[in-house]
């Protein structure tokens, strides 16, 4: 007994011995394994709300459920617009990309593609937007949202449904029924606004645009109208890893005119591109597109 108690003593002397000489040496790291979250699949969104998404045949709204997104789209638009009041918001463009959406005429779905400055840009950015178009579902704005944040629990999948944010799953590619759906409400003649480099970037060159936004052209029954919307400041209003919102920023929003690109699917009809040419080329015409918007922006400020 006493020899077991001299060598559990021994053992521990040099156990915290040899701790005490790491940490005063520092050449000790406790190892650490990077945390990786569980895949988010499409099947852990709500059923009722996943179902609304799931194409060809989407659930559709009825009366209440249109009052709700009106009240939830048109609410969120006022505060946005709020915030941009609450900061210098110069706005070029708006006249002509609303002559657009409001078009009575207007047969072809539109897509809105910009860079991504912030998490507040939607909603915030369609503060500019008039009070009446805020209110008005039908002609408000689609936009992808990862899924993963907007439809974790029951309370956020019903607020971001009723806000017409498409759930989208992060890693889940091109087809997926989140970006099939975002074809269905296009075909509708619907609004639909794309984030193409798929996060939160703030520095000062876009980086890669996702292929989503090709896929989607493609695919579509008619050729949708695609505007490039290029934007700044709103990195400064609610910078990346600061809780805090900051007001009265300088927040430049321009609308562009609409991208020509027809060239490149003939191209790809007649079968001198192949598919994934095609996509990459069209994807690439919408970036350069937002570049030549800040160009533009630039050269007019000197």
């Not at 394994?33 to 989407?58: D, H």
């Not at 047969?107 to 991504?116: D, E, M």
């Amino acid at each position: 007994m006493r020899r077991r108690f001299l060598r559990w003593g021994l053992s521990s002397s040099l156990l915290l011995g040899g701790s005490y000489y790491y940490y005063k040496n520092k050449t000790y790291q406790v190892p650490t394994v990077p945390y990786v979250p569980p895949p988010f699949l499409w099947e852990t969104i709500p059923s009722r709300i996943a179902e609304r998404f799931t194409v060809p045949q989407p659930v559709t709204d009825g009366v209440i459920w249109n009052m709700l997104s009106t009240l939830v789209i048109g609410t969120t638009g006022l505060l946005a617009k709020g915030f941009m009041m609450a900061n210098h918001t110069t706005v070029y463009g708006l006249d002509s990309f609303l002559s657009i959406l409001n078009d009575p005429y207007r047969t072809r779905g539109v897509i809105t593609v910009s860079n991504h400055k912030s998490t507040l840009d939607d909603p915030c950015l369609w503060g500019v937007l008039p009070t009446k178009t805020l209110f008005s579902i039908d002609k408000m704005r689609w936009t992808l949202g990862a899924a993963d944040i907007c439809y974790t629990t029951v309370f956020r999948s019903y607020f971001f449904a009723f806000g017409q944010t498409i759930p989208t799953i992060r890693g889940g590619g091109i087809y997926q029924p989140g970006v099939d759906y975002a074809i269905h409400a296009l075909n509708q003649g619907g609004w639909v606004h794309i984030y193409p480099e798929a996060k939160v970037n703030q520095t000062d060159k876009m980086i890669r645009f996702k292929w989503g936004i090709g896929r989607i052209v493609m695919d579509m029954d008619h050729e949708p109208i695609v505007i490039p919307i290029w934007h700044e400041g709103m990195e400064k209003a609610k910078p990346l890893y600061d809780p805090i919102v900051h007001f009265n920023q300088s927040i430049v929003l321009v609308f562009g005119e609409p991208v020509e690109y027809r060239d490149i699917l003939d191209a790809w009809k007649r079968d001198e591109l192949t598919r994934e040419e095609a996509r990459i080329q069209i994807t690439q015409r919408f970036y350069d597109a937002i570049e030549n918007l800040e160009r533009k922006y630039r050269a007019m400020q000197k």
